[in-house]
């Protein structure tokens, strides 16, 4: 069953983000997304995940889509003009790519580029509202398409948005006014603080798929919870790491059971980021 | 200066319906020089506003002001016995000296009057052209002091390009090629080799790339 359809039927959707290399050289990205094939439901590509310049989603995603995998592609408001946005959704519809998640993207200062020149001709609703317009059979112009394009298209919710949840909860309205299927929040640590979040959606369904980044340090675990002021490191967390006797193995156990943790809690889904870790997912998505 | 156009009145009209007292600030500065926004201005701008309300039978105030520089506190400070009496000010300042007023009168509506354009001059009465972006390293040292990021359609660093036909830009017959302008110059200043060196992809950190941009002279700066 398709990734949209799960979705759709409210079944438990996995999916595992994989960063394509800066380079020609794919052998371990397509490695390792074959490692997962028949665990995940699909492959999240990153567009430039925080400016860093590497292959693009699209073509990310066409390379794991030749070896018969699932893949959700990213778009970016930070690099493309109206323009370039539309060709690239219509070229990545053509070529079977329907599964979408908008992102606004980092500015060029935080990436390996930092001269460029950003686009940001369109922002993140304005995007998916572009996305809603292509499957309605027109562009942006109002121009008649040659053949629908159809998505399933997601962005993301920022549910650590601990002093701004009344701005975050405007923002996800006007994201679910512009056709946003799915939802996908910063990584998660401590789930009592993602419910806490979700208190406050009151009635609104949506499908919120909460992101597992694997830890790999007490270093990484303290770094996180000091600079990434969305995002919850409980002290313990970091204190468990510290004291384990095989760090490697309790990092994977805290993905594990945040996982379970997921599940358990009646989550549409988990994004997995292994950034750096991909030879552990087969092992994290088999437990 | 900085080069702004008057908003349409109706635009002005739907910001302010529902208030008794308007104020209209203009700014002694850039949009006094480029006529949109000097006290001439706000005295048009306030009768147009006062016709209005009239025409419509609404009883509103419409006040007149100018200061000297809306983008400067010092300015904005000394006006305040002026702007708190009125429910809303509409003002004809650039777009900084907008913010500016927003800023100091925080609990104040301030709505622009005029939209802010470009850094440029006047080739005529009544005719302003754009001559800066303001992207922060500045090229014109080589370029005989003529700007492709602010005066070519594609920002062309080593130009012209092949859209550029007997002196005009494929835009628009009005628009001069701003390579072909480059090139007649140096050929005057009898520097046609410095057109031969090639420009390095430009640096845009120092344009908005970076961010929002703040200048800050230490020897100055409390």
């Not at chain 1, 790491?241 to 988990?270: F, H, M, T, W």
């Not at chain 1, 980021?273 to 088999?286: A, K, N, Q, V």
Request: hydrophobic share 40%; charged share 25%; net charge negative.
């Amino acid at each position: 069953m398709s990734f949209a359809q799960k979705l759709a039927d409210g079944q438990f959707v996995t999916l595992a983000e994989l960063e394509p290399p800066k380079g020609v050289d794919v052998i371990a990205f397509v490695g390792h997304a074959q490692r997962v094939k028949g665990k995940v439901d699909a492959v999240v590509v990153p567009e430039m995940a925080n400016a860093v310049m590497k292959i693009s989603s699209l073509g990310g995603c066409m390379l794991l889509a030749n070896k018969g995998l699932e893949t959700v592609m990213q778009v970016c408001c930070r690099d493309r003009n109206r323009l370039a946005l539309q060709a690239d959704l219509l070229a990545a519809a053509a070529l079977g790519i329907t599964n979408l998640m908008a992102v606004e993207g980092d500015p060029p200062s935080y990436g390996d580029h930092h001269k460029a020149r950003p686009v940001y001709d369109l922002n993140n609703q304005e995007l998916m509202q572009a996305i809603a317009k292509l499957a309605s059979g027109k562009d942006m112009a109002g121009v008649e398409l040659e053949g629908t394009p159809h998505f399933t298209v997601g962005t993301t919710l920022n549910t650590g948005a601990l002093g701004a949840v009344q701005q975050e909860l405007a923002q996800l309205d006007q994201n679910l006014d512009a056709g946003a299927q799915y939802f996908i929040t910063p990584p998660v640590f401590d789930l009592d603080q993602l419910a806490a979040f979700t208190k406050h959606l009151g009635d609104r369904q949506i499908k919120l798929i909460p992101n597992v980044l694997l830890l790999k340090s007490v270093g990484m675990a303290r770094a996180i919870g000091r600079h990434l002021k969305h995002v919850h490191m409980p002290d313990e967390l970091i204190e468990r790491v510290k004291n384990a006797p095989d760090r490697v193995r309790e990092c994977v156990q805290i993905a594990v059971e945040l996982i379970e943790g997921i599940k358990a809690a009646g989550y549409s889904g988990v994004m997995i980021s292994p950034l750096g870790w991909e030879d552990r997912l087969p092992h994290i998505l088999g437990a | 200066m900085i080069v702004a156009n008057g908003k349409p009145l109706e635009e002005i009209i739907a910001a302010v319906k529902d208030r008794q007292k308007i104020l209209v600030a203009g700014c002694n500065e850039c949009v006094t020089v480029c006529e949109v926004g000097g006290t001439k201005e706000v005295g048009i701008l306030a009768s147009a506003l006062r016709l209005h309300f009239l025409n419509q039978g609404i009883k509103a105030e419409v006040g007149e002001t100018t200061l000297q520089r809306q983008c400067d506190r010092e300015y904005l400070v000394q006006a305040r016995e002026t702007v708190e009496p009125y429910d809303i000010v509409v003002s004809i300042a650039c777009g900084v000296g907008c913010q500016f007023m927003a800023e100091e009168f925080s609990t104040q509506p301030v709505v622009p009057g005029v939209d802010t354009m470009f850094m440029g001059g006047a080739l005529e009465r009544g005719v302003w052209s754009e001559r800066c972006q303001g992207c922060g390293t500045c090229l014109l040292a080589k370029t005989g002091g003529i700007c492709p990021v602010s005066r070519c359609a594609k920002r062309v660093l080593n130009g012209p390009c092949g859209g550029s036909t007997k002196g005009k830009c494929e835009i628009s017959k009005d628009v001069d090629c701003a390579w072909q302008l480059i090139i007649d110059r140096l050929k005057a200043l009898g520097r046609l080799d410095d057109y031969e060196t090639l420009m390095p992809i430009k640096d845009w950190s120092t344009d908005r790339a970076g961010g929002p941009r703040k200048r800050i002279k230490e020897e100055v700066a409390s």
